[in-house]
Every structure is written in C-alpha cells, then in structure tokens.
C-alpha cells in the first residue's frame, strides 16, 4: 500500500497545515483578549466585547479541521512505520 506521506519531502505540506492551524489559534487568542480587555475597561475597540469573543470561537472552531489533518498526517506516517517494523 502507497502512502501520500512517503517521504519528507512530501511532508511539507503537512507543515503548512499546521502552521494555518496555529495562526486560526493565535487570532483566535487575541480576539478573546481583546474582548476580555473591551469587557473590563467597558469601551469598545472597534467591537463590542461579546463580538469580539464571539469572532474568537469562530476563528478557534475554523482551525479544528487543520488540525485534525495535521493528526491524520501523523497517524499515517506512524501506522506505516509500524507495518514496516511488522515485515
């Protein structure tokens, strides 16, 4: 069986994955900061503070699929590494 993950080369694109899955969850991280700071100063930064949480859990629910491609990956190159130990 022929695995899309072959070699390292081929594991790059695993990278950018993981590297779009870490900026959804900074922004994520720094839309729920802003809106903890709107909330406690009572201004608004451009947002109201319960759009800018609300912004945060979209951002964070929005990078989920990156990183569950990102476990995939990993599961994939591992499961192949364990058959070729079996063989």
Known sequence: MKYRWENRKQMADVRVVGLWGHAGFFLGA??????????????TLGLEPTSWLLLAIAVFVASIPFYMGLGLAWYLRNAEAKSVKKE
């Not at 839309?31 to 406690?40: C, E, H, Q, T, Y």
Request: hydrophobic residues 70%.
């Open 30 to 43: 720094i839309f729920a900061v802003l809106g903890i700071i709107g909330d406690a100063a009572n201004v």
